[in-house]
Protein backbone atom coordinates (compact mmCIF):
# COMPACT_ATOMS: atom_id res chain seq x y z
CA UNK A 1 0.00 0.00 0.00
CA UNK A 2 1.04 3.51 -0.74
CA UNK A 3 2.19 6.10 2.18
CA UNK A 4 -1.10 6.99 4.06
CA UNK A 5 -1.36 10.95 5.13
CA UNK A 6 -3.76 11.13 8.37
CA UNK A 7 -4.32 14.71 9.28
CA UNK A 8 -5.88 14.90 12.85
CA UNK A 9 -5.24 15.75 16.04
CA UNK A 10 -4.03 13.64 19.37
CA UNK A 11 -7.22 14.24 21.12
CA UNK A 12 -9.36 12.73 18.51
CA UNK A 13 -9.96 8.73 19.27
CA UNK A 14 -10.80 7.79 15.37
CA UNK A 15 -7.47 9.94 14.31
CA UNK A 16 -5.60 7.49 17.04
CA UNK A 17 -7.75 4.71 15.64
CA UNK A 18 -5.81 5.65 12.38
CA UNK A 19 -2.36 5.60 13.31
CA UNK A 20 -2.89 2.53 15.15
CA UNK A 21 -4.03 0.91 12.30
CA UNK A 22 -1.24 1.65 10.50
CA UNK A 23 0.91 0.77 12.89
CA UNK A 24 -0.26 -2.88 13.32
CA UNK A 25 -0.46 -3.51 9.23
CA UNK A 26 3.48 -1.91 8.81
CA UNK A 27 1.11 0.40 6.53
CA UNK A 28 3.79 3.51 6.17
CA UNK A 29 1.90 7.07 7.26
CA UNK A 30 2.29 10.05 7.99
CA UNK A 31 1.01 11.50 11.00
CA UNK A 32 0.18 15.95 10.62
CA UNK A 33 -1.02 17.02 13.87
CA UNK A 34 -3.51 19.89 12.94
CA UNK A 35 -3.10 21.67 16.70
CA UNK A 36 0.62 21.20 16.48
CA UNK A 37 1.10 22.54 13.04
CA UNK A 38 -1.71 25.30 13.83
CA UNK A 39 -3.82 23.84 11.08
CA UNK A 40 -7.60 24.52 10.70
CA UNK A 41 -9.93 22.90 8.84
CA UNK A 42 -10.00 25.49 5.95
CA UNK A 43 -5.85 24.73 6.11
CA UNK A 44 -6.38 20.81 5.47
CA UNK A 45 -9.13 21.63 2.71
CA UNK A 46 -6.64 23.95 0.96
CA UNK A 47 -4.31 20.68 0.81
CA UNK A 48 -7.08 18.29 0.17
CA UNK A 49 -9.50 20.18 -2.11
CA UNK A 50 -11.90 19.26 -0.73
CA UNK A 51 -14.37 20.71 2.29
CA UNK A 52 -13.41 19.37 5.60
CA UNK A 53 -15.87 18.75 8.58
CA UNK A 54 -14.23 16.25 10.48
CA UNK A 55 -10.79 14.97 11.82
CA UNK A 56 -9.49 12.30 10.37
CA UNK A 57 -8.91 13.20 6.77
CA UNK A 58 -7.21 10.50 5.55
CA UNK A 59 -5.74 9.86 1.92
CA UNK A 60 -3.97 6.88 0.52
CA UNK A 61 -0.42 8.42 -1.89
CA UNK A 62 -2.66 11.02 -3.36
CA UNK A 63 -5.97 9.58 -3.45
CA UNK A 64 -8.70 10.76 -0.88
CA UNK A 65 -10.21 7.80 1.02
CA UNK A 66 -12.44 10.12 4.27
CA UNK A 67 -12.83 9.58 7.82
CA UNK A 68 -11.33 6.80 9.86
CA UNK A 69 -14.47 4.27 8.81
CA UNK A 70 -13.52 4.65 5.17
CA UNK A 71 -9.90 4.21 5.79
CA UNK A 72 -10.63 1.19 7.68
CA UNK A 73 -13.04 0.09 4.84
CA UNK A 74 -10.02 0.58 2.15
CA UNK A 75 -7.29 -1.20 3.94
CA UNK A 76 -9.40 -4.45 4.60
CA UNK A 77 -10.54 -4.30 0.74
CA UNK A 78 -6.72 -3.86 0.20
CA UNK A 79 -5.87 -6.68 2.47
CA UNK A 80 -8.99 -9.15 0.44
CA UNK A 81 -7.37 -8.37 -3.00
CA UNK A 82 -4.04 -8.68 -1.92
CA UNK A 83 -4.94 -12.00 -0.09
CA UNK A 84 -6.32 -13.95 -3.53
Known amino acids: MEQVTIYG ?3 CGF ?3 ARDLC ?5 PY ?3 DMIERG ?5 I ?3 IGRPVYTVPQILVGSEYVGGFD ?11 ATAR
Open 70 to 80: DFYGYVRDHEA
Open 45 to 47: ADQ
Open 9 to 11: RTS
Open 30 to 32: IWI
Open 15 to 17: CVR
Open 39 to 43: MSKQD
Open 23 to 27: ESRNI
